[in-house]
């Protein structure tokens, strides 16, 4: 099955500064690579999602890339903001088009990022 | 917003009890799932539920564990005797899967407390 490796588990950075958070998956068919964002007692919540026909997708201050030959991608956020301090999550999954299942997702363990004012 | 909700929120339970907890997916999703998520780990996937069926299992998802959806709205895990390693944080999950609509949208959890 799946496994996804997530690197580093606990960052810290300067507020306005960047961070970066990679993963990288073993298995080939992956095709469809969430991440999200968990704040204390909540559930994950969704920030950005990138398909393996896609290299790069950003939204906002958050991008995600995506390398499908090295079997990694990762998340980019600039700007850093206090409110992005959370535990982030990286996830893969293998998406049938052609309907019917419904597969779930492979959760990396997670990163702590917090964010220093 | 539609949003996944869930209840209880926390549940507390002996060792050998059965627990039932209650997910209600966003209206018009067709897709539905259970993960878990023991204190301080990853989440990690149990089951996914489409058409009124088993998609997918993980290997936790043993004979103790089963899903229904009794009705049009609700999905639920049961856990027929629980036991302490079963102490978990337990996310439903539901998505659309039309119109590239993949997106898992996750509920708030309920922590369920096995003594």
């Known amino acids: 099955g799946e496994n996804v490796e997530q690197h580093p588990s606990t960052l810290s950075v300067q507020e306005g500064d960047s961070a970066v958070i990679k993963c990288t998956y073993s298995?080939?068919?992956?095709?469809?690579f969430p991440w999200y964002k968990q704040e204390l007692g909540k559930g994950p919540q969704l920030i950005i999602d990138?398909?393996?026909?896609?290299g790069e997708k950003k939204d906002q201050r958050i991008a995600v890339t995506l390398n499908k030959t090295a079997k990694h991608f990762s998340l980019h956020i600039t700007e850093t903001q206090p409110e992005d301090s959370a535990v982030y999550f990286c996830?893969?999954?293998?998406?049938?088009?052609?309907?019917?299942?419904?597969?779930?997702?492979?959760f990396g363990k997670g990163t702590h990022l917090i964010i220093q004012p | 917003e539609p949003e996944v909700t869930q209840t209880p929120s926390h549940q507390v339970t002996q060792m050998g009890q059965e627990v039932i907890l209650r997910c209600v997916p966003i209206?018009?999703?067709?897709?539905f799932y259970w993960y878990r998520q023991i204190l301080g780990q990853k989440v990690e996937f149990l089951v996914s539920?489409?058409?009124?069926?088993?998609?997918?299992k993980s290997e936790i998802f043993d004979d103790q564990f089963s899903v229904e959806r009794p009705d049009g709205s609700n999905f639920t895990l049961k856990i027929r005797s629980t036991k302490l390693e079963d102490s978990a944080m337990y996310f439903c999950?539901?998505?659309?899967?039309?119109?590239?609509?993949?997106?898992?949208?996750f509920g708030p959890g309920t922590r369920l407390l096995v003594l």
């Open positions: 999950a539901s998505s659309l899967r039309r119109n590239n609509q993949e997106t898992q949208y």
């Open positions: 298995d080939s068919a992956s095709n469809y």
């Open positions: 990138i398909r393996s026909n896609v």
């Open positions: 996830a893969a999954s293998i998406l049938a088009y052609s309907g019917g299942g419904a597969d779930g997702l492979t």
């Open positions: 209206s018009n999703h067709l897709y």
């Open positions: 539920f489409y058409n009124n069926e088993i998609s997918e």
